[in-house]
């Protein structure tokens, strides 16, 4: 079988070629290790193995360019939520939410849906402390009636850095859930973020 190179082709079959040929975001990218990644963005991670949090922190004094991504890093999930963007799945919502893992204290957000489950609105509606904030559903749906939403996302973190969920989240979103249904706005999930993990008590089947 004859090996072809560029130069048996000619310049019109080469404009095809290209234009057939899937763009760089369509690789399969997700497969890739860490140091992978990093090597794809151009950075000489040599030897450097292990998660992402070690690789980093390994290389921060050798490389600045890894401090200002990973200030880039910080200030991208920290970045409010655009108008109309949609969630695919409860893994969607912890990445965009993990930053919440490094507070000391219970911070509960509201996410406002749209009829077509797009984000109209992030609300804290509580901080509490190290291990409990106290949410009345009252809190939870008064801007979402106020501002006409057709569906919710809660979630707070856990400072421990476990995600399971005590009995008072179940309690509270039982609560919500009832609440949602009596004035038309459903809960559509309650997010539990912990250290690097998550639970989604719609998974579990509490909503």
Do not use: W, Y
């Given at each position: 079988m004859q090996q072809l190179t560029f130069?048996?082709?000619?310049?019109?079959?080469?404009?095809?070629?290209?234009?057939?040929?899937?763009?760089?975001?369509?690789?399969?990218i997700q497969?890739?290790?860490?140091?992978?990644?990093l090597q794809l963005l151009g950075f000489e991670v040599g030897q450097c193995r292990g998660s992402i949090h070690e690789i980093l922190k390994s290389m921060q004094g050798i490389d600045p360019r890894i401090?200002?991504?990973?200030?880039?890093?910080?200030r991208y999930i920290k970045t409010p939520l655009p108008r109309g963007k949609a969630f695919g799945s409860p893994h969607d919502i912890y990445l965009h939410y993990q930053?919440?893992?490094?507070?000391?204290?219970?911070?509960?957000?509201?996410?406002?849906?749209?009829n077509k489950h797009e984000v109209q609105e992030e609300i804290t509606v509580t901080i509490g402390t190290l291990n409990r904030t106290v949410v009345s559903p009252r809190e939870v749906f008064s801007e979402a009636i106020k501002q006409r939403a057709a569906a919710i996302?809660?979630?707070?973190?856990?400072?421990?850095?476990?995600?399971?969920?005590?009995q008072n989240d179940i309690d509270m979103t039982r609560r919500l859930r009832e609440t949602g249904q009596v004035v038309g706005i459903p809960l559509l999930d309650h997010i539990i973020i912990g250290n690097n993990q998550y639970t989604s008590l719609a998974d579990q089947g509490w909503i």
């Open positions: 130069d048996s082709f000619d310049s019109n079959q080469l404009t095809e070629l290209i234009a057939e040929s899937p763009p760089p975001s369509l690789l399969n497969g890739k290790a860490d140091h992978e990644l401090t200002a991504l990973t200030e880039l890093m910080r930053h919440l893992r490094e507070l000391k204290q219970e911070h509960f957000i509201v996410v406002l849906l749209n996302i809660c979630l707070h973190n856990h400072p421990s850095g476990r995600s399971s969920a005590s």
